[in-house]
């Protein structure tokens, strides 16, 4: 069973930077999709970013040109570099990965299709004062 633990959330001023992390095992990591969502108080939960086995990546227009998923293979290791921050960002950020064995679509269509994901984190806190 694989299993996903979120770390690096914190508070941040706007305009500054903050970097998540994901960790998770061998058999997670072989996950054909891999994504960042974040739930904002009040909204509903959205995706941020994916990345799969060939390391493209895409994200949501609201985070496009500040946000950086990327991973480590070999440390089983999902990040999520976050700039620029605004308090639009404030949310619990959650890191999942697709299941394993099947064929999942990753990039901006596999944002809208929380049920290709198995596996996920229990949320990192991140919030950005103005």
């Known amino acids: 069973q694989a299993q996903l633990t979120e770390s690096g959330g914190g508070s941040v001023e706007v305009g500054g930077s903050l970097r998540l992390s994901c960790a998770g095992t061998?058999?997670?990591?072989?996950?054909?999709?891999m994504a960042w969502f974040r739930q904002a108080p009040g909204k509903e939960r959205e995706g941020v970013a994916t990345i799969d086995t060939d390391v493209a990546t895409d994200y949501s227009r609201s985070v496009a040109g500040r946000f950086t998923i990327s991973k480590d293979n070999a440390k089983n290791i999902l990040y999520l570099e976050m700039n620029n921050l605004s308090p639009e960002d404030t949310a619990i950020y959650y890191c999942?990965?697709?299941?394993?064995?099947?064929?999942?679509?990753?990039?901006?269509?596999?944002?809208?299709?929380?049920?290709?994901?198995?596996?996920w984190g229990q949320g990192t806190q991140v919030t950005v004062s103005s």
């Open positions: 061998k058999d997670t990591f072989r996950s054909t999709c």
């Open positions: 999942a990965a697709t299941w394993l064995g099947l064929f999942s679509e990753c990039g901006v269509p596999a944002m809208k299709t929380e049920a290709s994901f198995g596996y």
